[in-house]
């Protein structure tokens, strides 16, 4: 299997633009859940940009649970990620939801965001596997990691070796959390893989109590990286607002898993 160990030895590095991610290089994404309009993109992106973030996060199209819900900007928020992104020399990943969006998103972001309600949209992983672009492959809330490495497999079988997998949590009978963050699946995965895992507290927790936390849990636990939202004023977000960090929270963050990967 093309995303195993014995199929390749060393740990693959993945690069989205100039950003190395893998391989001894933390991805440090952030951003918010939804692109919302060109102010907040830009106050977030100065704010997580001077924590010291590399990759820069938005969704233009969201997988709402409800279809009353926001459900993205679209185009024009995928322009004014891009936008934003230039402006703070930050490369921009963003959800693709649908096969047919590939060729459309390909144009305005550096790395494609496969969703945790799409990793085993089957159709959408063959064409993420044919597009030229590094692909953040979410694992599924009931998914177990042998399902994630098969789904990552499905865009590795099509040319693209460029894939980083992220630990988002799974569904479980806890209900003060919003998922269960498995930090196992992080060694369990580097046993199995040469792919990059990041983890993403925030959808994992929905809870900004808890993010820090397990932000530096992810980096001892051997993650190549983390995956935040952040949001300048989370009572008003469009989307996910309960969870996201506010700047200043963000920034000492960073700096604790500077002192953290340092000392590692
Ligand atoms: C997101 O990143 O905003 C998102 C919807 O994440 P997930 O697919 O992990 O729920
Ligand atoms: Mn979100």
Redesign the pocket.
Known sequence: KLASREFHKPDSAVYVGKVKIGAGSLAMIAGP??VENYEVMDTVAKYVKAGGANIL?G?AF??RTSPYAFQGMGEDGLKILKDVGQKYDMPVVT?VMDPRQVDLVCRYTDML?I???NMQNFDLLKECGKANKPVLL?RG?SATVKDLLMSAEYILAEGNKDVVL?E?GVRSFEDSTRNMLDMSAVPNVKGQSHLPIIV?PS?ATGRPDLIPAMCRASVAAGADGV?V?VHNCPEKAM??GPQALLPHQFLDLMGDLRRLATAM
Do not use: L, N
């Open positions: 859940c939804a996060r969704g969201k997988p959800e965001q969703g945790a309600r979410k809330m992220v988002r993403d959808h995956h939202e989307s996910d």
